[in-house]
């Protein structure tokens, strides 16, 4: 299983755009990248998945280079509701392992 | 939006007693999963089920672990005997079509073991 290295934790301000950026130095050809959000005592909400180059949805862009060696999770414009654990898993099997995660935490 | 449902939302039991989390999968979904978090570190993997078989199982999912899907909608977690270090939140999720396809989950069920 590729290991995947993020922050720990990130600050932001509302209205800006956040960007985490995640390593998987690792990664095997058959691995898909996916993205998680977790809120207190809440379970993980699947944000986004993406293979290479870029993928967007009504939540977030992914942003793989050529290598795949990192991806970058994009956020527009966050809100306070954006404050949350941001999970970076990278994988094709069933025992997908989550990291520490990166705390982001919105400032009004 | 489909949902994954867990019961009970909070469950409290004696050291040395049997539980069983219960989890509603998503219909169409294929892939179940358990994992469970304890409170303040991160998300752990203990269970694949997929075809009615154990696909994969971390080594947190000793022998006091076992899943079920006793019919067609209900997939199942039963610890033995329970711990005080089982005291999780415990996670069910189901996917379409693998970690390809992404996994959907449930609000998770609060196990606490006094």
């Known amino acids: 299983l590729a290991k995947t290295t993020q922050p720990i934790s990130m600050d932001s301000y509302e209205g800006q755009e956040v960007n985490i950026t995640c390593s998987h130095n690792n990664i095997a050809t058959n691995d898909y990248i996916t993205w998680y959000q977790q809120f207190p005592s809440q379970g993980p909400r699947f944000i986004i998945q993406g293979y290479k180059t870029k993928v967007t949805n009504e939540v977030a862009s992914l942003f793989i280079p050529a290598d795949r060696k990192s991806s970058t999770l994009s956020l527009p414009r966050v809100s306070l509701s954006d404050t949350a654990v941001y999970y970076c898993l990278v994988g094709d099997r069933g025992d997908m392992r989550f990291g520490a995660g990166t705390r982001l935490t919105v400032k009004p | 939006e489909p949902e994954v449902t867990q019961t009970p939302s909070h469950q409290v039991t004696q050291m040395g007693q049997e539980v069983i989390l219960r989890c509603v999968p998503i219909?169409?979904?294929?892939?179940f999963y358990w994992y469970r978090q304890i409170l303040g570190q991160k998300v752990e993997f203990l269970v694949s089920f997929y075809n009615n078989e154990i696909s994969e199982k971390s080594e947190i999912f000793d022998d006091q672990f076992s899943v079920e899907r006793p019919d067609g909608s209900n997939f199942t977690l039963k610890i033995r005997s329970t711990k005080l270090e089982d005291s999780a939140m415990y996670f069910c999720?189901?996917?379409?079509?693998?970690?390809?396809?992404?996994?959907?989950f449930g609000s998770g069920t609060r196990l606490t073991v006094v």
């Open positions: 999720a189901s996917s379409e079509g693998g970690q390809n396809y992404g996994y959907t």
């Open positions: 219909s169409n979904h294929l892939y």
